[in-house]
T-cell receptor, first 112, second 113 residues
Framework: DQQVKQNSPSLSVQEGRISILNCDYT??????FLWYKKYPAEGPTFLIS?????DKNEDGRFTVFLNKSAKHLSLHIVPSQPGDSAVYFC???????????FGAGTILRVKS | DTGVSQNPRHKITKRGQNVTFRCDPI?????LYWYRQTLGQGPEFLTY????????KSRLLSDRFSAERPKGSFSTLEIQRTEQGDSAMYLC???????????FGSGTQLSVL
């Protein structure tokens, strides 16, 4: 059962434009959501997170939006840079806080 | 800050052989996690430790898999009688406690021929 879904396997964006990566979840018990970025041959690295009591969190070029009623979150990257090209994973934390559930990832390509 | 360290980075083995991977977490982290990632999928939870105690195991962790963290520091993940379906990236992560974000190592890429 895929509790966290990233329905777009890939996204291609021009440098300087906005990148929007989407994520849907099915379990309303998730209380915290995170985005991780992964380069080839490296482990995922934490990017940004949001608590379920908020609807927006911003960190520099990265903003995460949460729509609880739609069970949907999105990551906005503005402006996109070639170095942002990576796989982006959406993850959700269950209430017991003991593990993260990941989506399948979206490959972002930023073209210069 | 040395980060999470995993060895080896790559392992090629023949079907039926046993393999063991090692993970050294960030030193002050008392929680250690193992995940598995296959091509086109996100990391899937396998098991986690708090100090030396293994507190949860996924259904994905068959009887051929065993993980240990004997002194609450490094951890090993052993796969016995490997199968081709075991080919994956095995990721280790650690954090300082419940609810904290995970810090991942670079993973061990296992190929079973």
């Amino acid at each position: 059962d895929q509790q966290v879904k990233q329905n777009s396997p890939s996204l291609s964006v021009q440098e300087g434009r906005i990148s929007i990566l989407n994520c849907d979840y099915t379990n309303s018990m998730f209380d915290y959501f995170l985005w991780y970025k992964k380069y080839p041959a490296e482990g995922p690295t934490f990017l940004i997170s949001i608590s379920s009591i908020k609807d927006k969190n911003e960190d520099g070029r990265f903003t995460v939006f949460l729509n609880k009623s739609a069970k949907h979150l999105s990551l906005h990257i503005v402006p996109s840079q070639p170095g942002d090209s990576a796989v982006y994973f959406c993850a959700a934390r269950a209430l017991d806080g003991n593990k993260l559930v990941f989506g399948a990832g979206t490959i972002l390509r930023v073209k210069s | 800050d040395t980060g999470v360290s995993q060895n080896p980075r790559h392992k090629i083995t023949k079907r039926g052989q046993n393999v063991t991977f090692r993970c050294d977490p960030i030193s002050e982290h008392n929680r250690l996690y193992w995940y598995r990632q296959t091509l086109g999928q996100g990391p899937e939870f396998l098991t986690y430790f708090q100090n030396e105690a293994q507190l949860e195991k996924s259904r994905l962790l068959s009887d051929r898999f065993s993980a240990e963290r004997p002194k609450g520091s490094f951890s090993t993940l052993e796969i016995q009688r490997t199968e081709q379906g075991d080919s994956a990236m095995y990721l280790c992560a650690s954090n300082a406690g419940r609810g904290e974000k995970l810090f991942f190592g670079s993973g061990t890429q296992l190929s079973v021929l």
